[in-house]
């Protein structure tokens, strides 16, 4: 590459003569090669030596006359042949103006006898330009002149790649890459940009813009290995600015062989982000060219104004992907997905909807650490993505669940298959640190035939109510949500809708289930459970309908009303039973332990109703605990601060583990009734059940039997050490108004309890 480096006023001097020695070795048939400049005009730098062989000096001096007489006005400037002691002479010669058009001298390059060449007389005009340019720069006018037409080229460049976004930015970049080679008279101008990871450039713009790019284009990418050039803009720091002094004329030749052009200038300018080199503008001349530091600066204002477009678009790009990507997995995401769907349902395809809901993930991501857990997430992502077809989709709704759309699925039977194919690949075992941890799943599955018009939420409900039944009828499976699981569900929206109806009108109740000593029958305390009157259906135990209240977040407004009705209820009977002490129980479901007033709630209801906190008492479950232990375990103790007791409701279900209950503030442990029934006929739940009894007494909890049925079960509690219950065989939850003989008698006759040996003093005092 030729170029001329850094010509400034002080250094102008040697840049023409560089110039001039080059002109010479390029053009070596020529015998005169010169410099003159207008009379009366002075270009610092331009008195040089004219190189003329002694034979030629007094033919020198003729031509210099003519071409003065020339650039005095006198005659057209132009290359001519003239006769000088009887030798012809060919004479080329170019102006050499300032950017404002002033002709301020000419390069001469002469020779005798023979024309000179095509390649020769293009040299010459590319050398005249390369004068030009250095005196325009030699002189102070010209300086400023270029000085400012840089910085209008600047700020003009600086206003469009403000305003550039994501969509036009391309675009932006060509208009770039153009104005900078127009300004620079360029032949040629790109940006390049590195990537390091891959270890290729890529050309991200140019101009001009090729017409007829070949496909794969050889200027695209290329590997940084594959030509040095390009190796040298891998790590660019400092713009490069190949000199005639890098330049041998081994090279020059192979460049004219290899281009058909004569000589090669170019600049590149790096692109820093930080420590790495993003990219590179790069401009290229197939001429000679001088650069200034005035151009080199503003190329590199814009190369680093093109680095922060480029990263602010980078920022922007980032934004818009995290909006639809899953951070863990890197799948689409939720919204992703719903986009996804409403485009595929949009097109009217056959399109189905897989729930892919991982089994159990909840206790194996808190027996084997969250970390584990989220390997193993990132596993089957990985599985499930590389599993279904490039038409099918992936995307993954967040917790351990996943949604697949398959494409073309037109029947139900091909779709179970590739969801069983699915399961079967989810469940391999993955190894992670060493453990073989191996997962399974349930699918839900809905299908859009495409003549139906359904929306994409539709579906995704419709696939996850399918998926609940494959829960259901025992995981590992995958179930398609068909007519019957229809039905279901749209009566399923009907309850939630009546349900929200009774919330907000006048449709709860509460009724009372007494708990009982089961050695005398005195009534220990009452459990609220809520009832739904149902215009319709008449009314409901909660176990119909809590599940809905729990789904849909009713459940927050149902506990509040039911504890300030608790509330009510026991003023009531401390007015009228002021002898009576039993405690009235409440039932919290886990979702009401995320209300951060929930302390303060209970303790308000307690002061507006004048009730104390020994006469109550709050039961949860251990789902209730198991997602944030520490809040729960810090609500619990505020009700245990109001003298409000805690229980552990459905003891035995959970999975809360014996050394956990050590720390969680309870104060009685509630045995679930499916363990109770079993107690006279399973051992295994008799087992259970007296663990359970003998933890209690280890930990000082109260130990009651909830779903007493029988008094053979009675007489089994009693022998095993637990002497409190509650049950069908003592009372069904009954209302305030039908509780009201057991509270006028204080508890139930014993004879309901142990019938084989009725015994006196309680029972007959009951008759
Ligand atoms: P739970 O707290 O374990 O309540 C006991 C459930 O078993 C009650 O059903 C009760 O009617 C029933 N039951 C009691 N004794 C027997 C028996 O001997 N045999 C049989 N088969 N069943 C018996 P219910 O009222 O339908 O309540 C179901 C669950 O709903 C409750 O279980 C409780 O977890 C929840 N629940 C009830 N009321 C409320 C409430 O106000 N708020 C919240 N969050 N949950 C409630
Ligand atoms: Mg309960
Ligand atoms: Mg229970």
């Known amino acids: 590459m030729a170029n001329f480096r850094h010509a400034d006023t002080m250094r102008v001097g040697a840049e023409a003569r560089l110039i001039v020695e080059t002109l010479r070795q390029v053009t070596p048939r020529a015998e005169i090669v010169a410099v003159v400049t207008t009379s009366g005009r002075t270009v610092p730098g331009f008195d040089l030596e004219p190189l003329v062989g002694a034979k030629s000096q007094s033919a020198f001096e003729g031509i210099r006359e003519r071409v003065e007489a020339q650039l005095a006005g006198k005659e057209p400037l132009g290359s001519f042949t003239c006769v000088i002691d009887d030798v012809e002479w060919g004479v080329l010669i170019d102006a050499i103006e300032l950017l404002d058009g002033q002709i301020v001298g000419a390069l001469i390059v002469a020779r005798h006898g023979r024309a000179w060449s095509q390649r020769e007389c293009s040299l010459t005009r590319a050398f005249g330009g390369v004068f030009s340019q250095v005196a325009t720069l030699a002189t102070r006018e010209g300086v400023l002149l270029h000085q400012r037409r840089l910085d209008e080229l600047v700020s003009q460049v600086a206003e469009r790649l403000m305003s550039a976004t994501a969509d036009n930015h391309k675009e932006v970049l060509n208009w770039t890459t153009r104005v900078l080679a127009e300004f620079l008279n360029s032949d040629v101008a790109f940006l390049r940009r590195n990537d390091h990871v891959r270890g290729v450039s890529i050309l991200e713009a140019e101009w001009p813009l090729r017409e007829d790019v070949p496909d794969p284009d050889p200027l695209g990418e290329v590997r940084f290995d594959a030509d040095p050039i390009f190796m040298a803009t891998k790590d660019l720091r400092e713009p490069y600015l190949p000199g005639l002094e890098d330049t041998t004329e081994n090279y020059m030749n192979r460049v004219e062989e290899g281009s058909g052009e004569t000589l090669i200038a170019g600049a590149a300018v790096p692109l820093l982000l930080g420590e790495s080199t993003w990219g590179v503008l790069g401009f290229i001349h197939f001429a000679l060219r001088a650069w200034v530091p005035a151009e080199i600066n503003a190329l590199q204002a814009v190369a680093s104004m093109l680095v922060q477009l480029q990263a602010r678009i980078d920022a922007e790009e980032r934004t818009a992907y995290n909006a639809y990507h899953d951070d863990l997995t890197d799948l689409p995401n939720r919204r992703a997905l719903l986009r996804e769907l409403k485009h595929r349902l949009g097109s009217r395809r056959d399109t ?50 996943f949604v697949i759309l398959l494409d073309e699925a037109n029947s139900e039977m091909e779709v179970l298959s590739s969801s069983y194919r699915l399961l079967t690949v989810i469940a391999a075992p993955v190894n992670i640190g060493g453990q073989h941890v191996s997962h399974t799943a349930s699918i839900g599955i809905a299908i859009a035939p495409s003549a139906s018009v359904h929306s994409g939420l539709d579906l995704l409900s419709w696939a996850d109510g399918a998926m609940y039944v494959a829960k259901a009828r025992g995981r590992n499976q995958a179930v398609v949500f068909d007519e019957e699981l229809r039905q279901a569900a749209n009566e399923r929206s009907r309850m939630e809708l009546m349900l929200r109806e009774a919330v907000e009108g006048d449709g709860l109740r509460l009724h009372y289930q007494p708990e009982v000593d089961l050695r005398t029958g005195r009534l220990l305390s009452v459990e609220a459970l809520v009832r739904w009157q149902h215009p319709t259906l008449g009314l409901l135990a909660a176990a119909d309908f809590i599940t809905i209240a729990e789904e849909t977040g009713l459940v927050l407004e149902i506990g509040r009303w039911v504890f300030a009705e608790a509330c009510r209820q026991l003023a009531v009977w401390r007015r009228d039973y002021p002898d009576l002490a039993f405690i009235v129980r409440t039932n919290m479901s886990p979702a009401e332990f995320t209300a951060s007033d929930l302390v303060e709630f209970v303790e308000r209801c307690m002061r507006e109703n004048n009730v104390p906190g020994e006469r109550l008492c709050i039961e949860i479950t251990e789902y209730a605990v198991v997602d944030e232990p520490e809040k729960t375990a810090n609500i619990l103790r505020g009700f245990q601060q109001l003298g409000v007791e805690v229980a552990l409701d459905d003891f035995g279900t959970g999975f809360a583990s014996m050394t956990e209950l050590k720390h969680l503030p309870v104060d009685l442990l509630k045995l679930d009734m499916s363990f109770v029934e079993g107690i006279t006929t399973d051992e295994y739940d008799r087992a259970i059940v007296e663990s359970i009894i003998r933890l209690g007494q280890a930990l000082h909890l109260g130990v009651t039997a909830e779903g007493i049925e029988g008094t053979e079960i009675i007489e089994k509690l009693l022998e095993l050490g637990c002497h409190r219950g509650q049950g069908y065989l003592i009372s069904q939850p009954v209302s305030s108004k039908d509780l009201t003989p057991m509270l006028v008698a204080g508890g139930v006759p014993l004879s309901l309890l142990r019938p084989a040996k009725p015994t006196l003093e309680f029972a007959s005092t009951l008759s």
């Open 352 to 401: 189905a909807v897989l729930i892919v809901d991982l089994d159990r993930f909840k206790v194996m991501n808190d027996f084997l650490g969250h970390a584990t857990g989220d390997r193993l997430l990132i596993t089957i992502a990985d599985r499930i993505r590389t599993s279904i077809r490039a038409t099918d989709y992936v995307a993954r709704l967040g917790g351990d669940e």
